[in-house]
Nanobody, 120 residues
Framework: VQLQASGGGLVQAGGSLRLSCAASGSIFRVNAMGWYRQAPGKERELVATITAGGRTNYAESVRGRFLISRDNAKNAIYLQMIGPIPDDTAVYYC???????WGSGENIYWGQGTQVTVSS
């Protein structure tokens, strides 16, 4: 199983950026998926999560500015960053809880990370 994240880059404050992440490989079911981020010198923190049924959860720092969405047919999630600020600069990682075979439990998988830099 692999998670491939893309869409990072340099964006001006107040602009917009969309991150994508897709899971591939031997997958029976994808449960919750999410985005996390890690800024230099800081611990990795939750940004947003979304269940298979579409229920979302956001960190207080991004609520109302970021939007997480999901395409179950593609085993993919997206993060629309609206009006990012310099404090959003970080490496963004996608995460998924995946069941690989019927009857087995879920395992947690991480993508490789994509750099987002917000300039002021």
């Amino acid at each position: 199983v692999q998670l491939q994240a893309s869409g990072g880059g340099l964006v001006q404050a107040g602009g917009s950026l969309r991150l994508s992440c897709a899971a591939s490989g031997s997958i029976f079911r994808v449960n919750a998926m999410g985005w996390y981020r890690q800024a230099p010198g800081k611990e990795r923190e939750l940004v947003a999560t979304i269940t298979a049924g579409g229920r979302t959860n956001y960190a207080e720092s991004v609520r109302g500015r970021f939007l997480i969405s999901r395409d179950n047919a593609k085993n993919a999630i997206y993060l629309q960053m609206i009006g990012p600020i310099p404090d959003d600069t970080a490496v963004y990682y996608c995460n998924a809880k995946i069941v690989t075979t019927w009857g087995s439990g879920e395992n947690i998988y991480w993508g490789q990370g994509t750099q987002v830099t917000v300039s002021s």
